[in-house]
C-alpha cells in the first residue's frame, strides 16, 4: 500500500536530517512498514567512518584537533546513505554524555563517538555497559578517582538519573552503594584504554535496591536493565527517544505499546525500539509534526544537505556556540535540553548570522542560479523545496513572493542569494 508523501517526508526528517522531494518520490509508492525496515537496515551498510589524522597527533593544536572532529562528523551527517545511524549517534551524545573540555583528550572524545555509532542501535544492555567503561566516560564523571574506601558516587548517580532510571528510582543509599560497586574501574594513562585495578575495588557486601550481595558494576547495570528495574529502564529510554524522535511527554498508552516488543529482545534491541516507535500511527500525527524544532546541529546539517555545500566550506564550529550546541561539548552532565530550548533571541539571532554566510556561499556555488527566470510564486516553491520545505504555509508563501516582486522592481542582483537566506530563516526550516 503506497504511503502519503507527507507521512514519507516526516519519517526522513526525523530520521535524518532532511527530505530530498526525489528521495520521497521514490519511497512514496512503498508500505511504511517496508520504508522503516529500510531505514533501519541501511546502518549495517554504511561504511565505517574514517578518524582524521590530526585527531590523534598530541603535538597538534587544540583548536585544529576539534575543527578537524566538528568537520568530519557534520560531513558525514550530511552525506551519509545511513542518516539514522548518525541522529542516533546525536542522540546518544546528548544521553551518555563526555565533554572534551572535561575529559581533556581529543583522542579519547572521537573514541568514544565511534563507541556510540558502532552500538547506538545495538543491544541497550552491551551499549551503556560499554559507555560504563569507556576512557571518555570514566574521566568525565570522575570514576577514575573512584577508590575503595574514598568512594566518588558522581558516576553511580548519573548512571542511575540520567542514563537509565530517571529520578525518584533510587535512594541515597542506592548511589552510594553503587559507587562502591564501580570502585576500581579505570583507565591507563599509558594506553588510554580501560583498566580494572582490583586493589582499588570495594569486594564488600553492597545492598542496593534492598539486594545484598558483592555487587560490582556490571552486575548493577544487569539489575537495571534486566533485573528488578527492568521496566522502570525500558519506560525511561522509550520516553526519551519519543522525544526525541516525536514529541516530548509522550502518552502512557504510546509507551506501553512501545516498550514491550523491546523487553521482548534478547538483551534489549534498540531497533526493536525505534520499529516499534516509527509504526505507531501517533508518530504521524499533527502533533508529531509540529511536535519538535531543529537542534543546531540538526539545522546546520540540513542546510548543508539543501545546498550541498560541505563542513570546511560553511564551517559548523564557527557558528554553533551562538546557536547553543557545540558538538563533543554538551553544558553538563544532562546534555542538551530538548526541543523549545533552542527558541531564545541569541539562538535566532546566531541563526540569522549563519544564514547571511551560507547564502554567499551557496550563491557562488551556483545555488538557485535559476529561479529569476521563474514567476516569484513558482521561484519561491522552488526554492523552498530544495529545503525540504514542500507544504509551507500560505503567510511564508505570501511574504516570500512579495519580497521576490519588490526585489525584481529593483536591481534584483540580491534575489538569488537572499531566496537562500530567507528559506533558512522560515518557520518551516525551524521544524525537524
Known amino acids: 500500500m503506497p504511503t502519503p508523501a507527507p507521512a514519507v517526508a516526516h519519517l526522513l526528517r526525523r530520521t535524518g536530517f532532511s527530505a530530498i522531494p526525489a528521495q520521497v518520490a521514490a519511497l512514496a509508492p512503498l508500505d511504511i512498514k517496508d520504508i522503516v525496515e529500510r531505514v533501519l537496515a541501511a546502518p549495517a551498510k554504511a561504511p565505517a567512518p574514517a578518524t582524521p589524522r590530526i585527531v590523534l597527533d598530541d603535538k597538534a593544536a587544540w583548536w585544529d584537533r576539534y575543527v578537524a572532529m566538528v568537520q568530519a562528523w557534520f560531513d558525514r551527517m550530511a552525506t551519509t546513505p ?8 546525536l542522540f546518544w551524545h546528548g544521553h551518555f554524555t563526555s565533554s572534551l573540555e572535561k575529559v581533556g583528550s581529543h583522542r579519547a572524545i572521537w573514541d568514544q563517538h565511534l563507541l556510540l555509532r558502532r552500538q547506538g542501535l545495538g543491544s541497550f544492555v552491551a551499549l551503556a555497559k560499554a559507555v560504563s567503561v569507556d576512557p571518555a566516560m570514566l574521566r568525565y564523571l570522575d570514576n577514575d578517582r573512584n577508590v575503595r574506601g574514598a ?45 580494572f585495578k582490583a586493589e582499588r575495588h570495594d569486594p564488600g557486601q553492597k545492598t542496593i535496591f534492598g539486594i545484598t550481595k558483592a555487587w560490582n558494576g556490571s552486575q548493577l547495570l544487569d539489575e537495571i536493565l534486566l533485573g528488578s528495574k527492568r521496566e522502570v529502564a525500558a519506560r525511561f529510554l522509550a520516553t526519551k527517544l519519543w522525544g526525541f524522535f516525536a514529541y516530548p511527554g509522550p502518552e502512557p498508552a504510546v509507551v506501553d505499546a512501545v516498550v514491550k516488543p523491546y ?21 504521524y500525527s499533527a502533533k508529531a509534526r509540529q511536535g519538535l524544532v531543529r537542534s543546531p546541529i540538526e539545522y546546520v546539517v540540513a542546510a548543508m544537505q539543501a545546498t550541498g555545500q560541505p563542513a570546511g566550506v560553511l564551517h559548523p564550529e564557527w557558528w ?20 523549545g530550548y533552542w527558541i531564545s533571541a541569541s539562538a535566532q539571532w546566531a541563526k540569522s548570522r549563519f544564514a547571511g554566510f551560507v547564502r554567499w556561499k551557496a550563491s557562488e556555488a551556483g545555488f538557485l542560479a535559476g529561479t529569476k527566470a521563474m514567476p ?33 522592481a529593483t536591481t534584483r542582483w540580491a534575489e538569488q542569494p537572499n531566496l537562500t537566506m530567507l528559506c533558512l530563516l522560515t518557520p518551516e526550516f525551524q521544524l525537524a
Open 263 to 283: 523487553l521482548a529482545t534478547p538483551d534489549l534491541q534498540i531497533t526493536a525500539l525505534l520499529r516499534a516507535m516509527f509504526l505507531r500511527p501517533e508518530f
Open 376 to 408: 516569484p510564486e513558482v521561484a519561491v516553491r522552488h526554492a523552498l523545496a530544495q529545503f525540504g520545505v514542500t507544504t509551507p504555509s500560505a503567510a511564508t508563501v505570501g511574504a516570500m513572493r512579495r519580497w521576490v516582486e519588490g526585489e525584481r
Open 151 to 195: 568512594p566518588n558516587e558522581n558516576f553511580a548517580r548519573e548512571l542511575m538519573e540520567l542514563m537509565t532510571l530517571g529520578v525518584n528510582q533510587y535512594t541515597q543509599r542506592d548511589v552510594a552503594e553503587a559507587a562502591r560497586a564501580w570502585t576500581g574501574h579505570t583507565w591507563n594513562k599509558e594506553t588510554g584504554q580501560y583498566a
Open 320 to 339: 554553533l556556540e551562538g546557536m547553543g550546541q557545540q558538538p563533543f561539548q554538551p553544558p553538563n552532565v544532562s546534555g542538551w535540553r530538548p526541543n
Open 82 to 89: 545511513a542518516p539514522l545511524a548518525e541522529k542516533m549517534t
